[in-house]
């Protein structure tokens, strides 16, 4: 299959990539290095350097012998859209090209603008390159479970079959998202749900959870190979930052209670899901929504592991609750759904002491490269916003 | 009350602007003349000429003494809107600041993309302009009936009360709009749904219904007050519309089975809404939906109607169903409720023959102007888009 990766650069894109590739797949990866530009900006660089797309692919080559095509550019622009989308003709999309960071987005007018704009105008690009180039193919779309906030009824999959007044109608399930960011994925929804009906476009469309870990099966060929891993508050999730505080000796930094409760799952169960979904693509004129995450953990509860995990690493791992700098419930009903990909076949990975301990083990290989200032987080606050600001934040240095 | 107006030049912008002047408010308009630039690019100018803003609003002060501020400019361009909202100083903004036109949204890929991302953004730096200059003021937005789309259910004001699996929560009603206009609107409110309950802003949200007529007690002062009157199918509302085209003698194109209904008001419901949103503002934190509309017709009850009246006016009204080039429903369940206004005093106009007569009057007028092919529908259809198109759209001419 012809597969077209947008945000081929990213924590995910990357290795959903190489995985792809090594199933044999034609794969072409597109990328404007945002993320790469924005962490430089704000001065929150990832543990290690991860070379460009142009030398990753060239030591996957030379580690497999498969080739995958690179295209540098922002999908922004419809030229850059209309070349891949006609060199690569791709049976099937999947796309992670956002600005994906929920403190990011709901820092200052600039992030907030950015966010909004990139996330929006890159999917309407590319419902619109798919009716221009390839209306049969199979567009698989990031969204996450953030969509739907923490509401006080079981979260289903996507949809709602709601009665009122004794008539009855299915809806898409109704969603209040936690951040600018989140929000984006919300009218992301919102458009290809419309194009869907109204086309007849073939759309999968991904609530996904917080994802953790590095390793893959292909990244094991070589370390060049791995992904990026931030563990600032802007672009590392909160596993990932947690297993950084430990090995830095900082307390792990729970936000308010701690009774957060999301979906987490494991980078290797991302690359399976998404494998899943382009063997199996919505039909056409199907809006297919599926709830991406493996467990649900409180953020108290994913402090108790990592310092269990921390303890047992021979770290004194302490926890300390910090004022929740974001607008959230800190203890609420959570009960989501997410049977869609166990009747597909995925067999999950649990979050273990075992994989934390192992994160340890190579975040620790780094510990004198771990910036402390990257390591707290709380500088971006939902209720300030940076006045007039047309220039770089320096809040964050 | 100081109240800022964007979108101030438009069919209900300047209407609006004349009446809460002459009810005492001091009054800013902002607009960058998109339609009139959007209607002579695509050749869909209106009946009549109207003056320019700066001109509108000296015909005004001379006719009533009152000063109405004048803005030109782009409101996606972060200066301009900083400087409205600065030197303006706003209690009050009533934004109407949106391409308005759902076949001009289906056009291309040119007019999609500047529907979406000129909508959007416009809605989101208001949104950062009131958290920056004013955040205790109050917004009212103008949003559609259409966001709902025709749902088997009953259609309340803006939420829903949902019980699922033995619980409850209340949710912004469900929406599914009918075409990427409408989908603007939707993805609006989600915008603004966030950040009220993010930044505790007084939001109110209009879901108005198409809109019909020209007379208002204001512009009786001076037929240069008049609001533009489009009867193309891009920016002529149906009523409209169809008594251009009694009067030109053409039949009344209807779409499909002419069972589609909506809920429709008189400019002048318009205005008594507005009125009545600016002098009951909502709370803080309180995203306050109200429906805006004050009677539902079918399009073939509306022919009907117009067919009558132009009988009476002495003109031979044919009937013609033509291919609908809209993607939707033409027969289908309809029940939305109304009752916020009402509940606030609003005294309606019904649609009568009479109120059909008088604007054949008009019309009748300038019936030498009336343009034959810009009478005739069906040149945006939903199904179509027109491939690479980076110039204008030159299927209209």
Known sequence: MRILILGGDGYLGWPTAMQLSASGHEITVVDNYLRRNLCREENIEPLYQTPNLHERTAIWKEKTGNQIEVIIGDLRNWEVIADAFSKSKPDCIVHYAEQ????????????????????????????????????????????????????????????????????????????????????????????????????????????????YGMFTEESSLD??????FNYDEMFGTVINRFVVQAVAGYPLTVYGKGGQTRGYLNIVDTLQCVKLAVENPAKAGELRIMNQFTETFSVNELAELVKKAGDRFGLDVKIKPIENPRKEMEEHYYNPKHTAFQKLGLKSVPLTENVLYRMMEVVSQYSADIINKRIFPGKAKWNQFNKTNNTTNSSLQ
């Open 223 to 228: 370390p060049r190979l791995l992904p990026f």
């Open 100 to 211: 994906p960071s929920a403190p990011y987005s709901m820092l200052n007018r600039k992030t907030a603008s950015l966010t909004l704009m990139n996330n929006i105008e890159v999917t309407a690009n590319v419902i619109f390159a798919m009716k221009e180039f390839c209306p049969d193919a199979h567009l698989i779309k990031l969204g996450t479970m953030g969509e739907y906030g923490t509401p006080n009824i079981d979260i289903e999959e996507g949809w709602l079959d709601i009665t009122h007044n004794g008539r009855s109608q299915k809806f898409l399930y109704p969603r209040a998202a936690g951040s600018l960011y989140h929000t984006t994925k919300v009218l992301d929804t919102d458009l290809l749900w419309f194009y869907v009906r109204t086309w007849g476009l073939k759309v999968t469309d991904l609530m996904q959870g917080p994802v």
